[in-house]
């Protein structure tokens, strides 16, 4: 197995990986020397948070093979923890932002507990409704601040207090693009740890896992928290950016995207939806498409890729590569036998 999260490994891979992913980190650190429009800088900018928030989905529903539903709720519930602690109890931004990771750790190990016994479509219909339950919830609950009498909550949301004011979009752009370097780093290095691996034994074959001694269930509850703790600082450094938590952090919409992210990208590789939801993001967003519009391209892309590409795109380039490398280990013996007849080149 690649060391790279189930990337290609054969030579030809290994010649271009590295440089693909230099090139593209590269052209993402130039892109704001091009003066772009504020507009795409925040269309950038988004797509890096959501590109780590479906790298964490892949963490549970690719890496471990529980497909989640509902990963939008460490998301949101981070962001919402985070409003509601710099906003309404005054706490620092920074002790905000570690208390809502560690809400959401705690969260996805509490929904990995609930899932543990089931398998397959009820993991899916488990984290849908418990995802649905709380966006009802924070879409249904207004309350107010205070005896200043602010409604807060419901449709509008929750401000975040932020130390800054009118932070320059540069900034953003190069906080999120670090944040998503970064946290896309800690998840291959897991993906392709020793618990990495055993999840992945899990996801290929619970049974012979079992009977090889694994302990399923406190791995399926190592997966949501990993996964959940990197949704939870993504969902965090979204709140920052947009500057309130709404509803629509929790929606299943969002959880939705991040599956699509993945399937598109290749499941269990960690970059694959990286690529794939900064593209897929960049494109739809900076079209200025509505919402409606967006998911029914997500759907039709999802569609498309699930008939055609079942392995999404990593899935297609390992493929590719195999093919490659297995003509190559056609043409060598062949270029040896002529050697030793003498008649041909090295």
Known sequence: MSRWGGLPSGPWA????GGWLAAGIGLLLLFPLSSPDAFFLDVFTTGFLLAAF????????????????GHALPFGAAAYACALLTSLAG???????????????????GIGALSAPLAGPFVALLTLALGEIAHEAAVGNTFFSGPGGYAWGGEGGIPVALPWRDAPPFSSYYAALAFLCIASFGMLRFSRSGAGLILRAVAGSPITAQASGVPIARFKRLAFTVGSAFAGAAGAGFVIHVGRATATDLSLELSFQAATFAAVGGRGTIVGPVVAALVLHVLFQGLSLSPSTRVLLYSMTLLVTLRF?????????RDLASRLGGKEGTRTPRGRVRNRNGGGTP
């Open 54 to 69: 479906a790298a964490s989905w892949d963490v549970v529903g690719g890496v471990s093979g529980q497909i989640t539903l």
């Open 309 to 317: 590409f079942p392995g999404g795109v990593v899935g297609t380039a």
């Open 14 to 17: 290994a010649r271009y990986r």
């Open 91 to 109: 706490w620092p931004l920074p002790l905000a932002v570690a208390a809502a990771i560690l809400l959401a750790a705690a969260m996805g190990t």
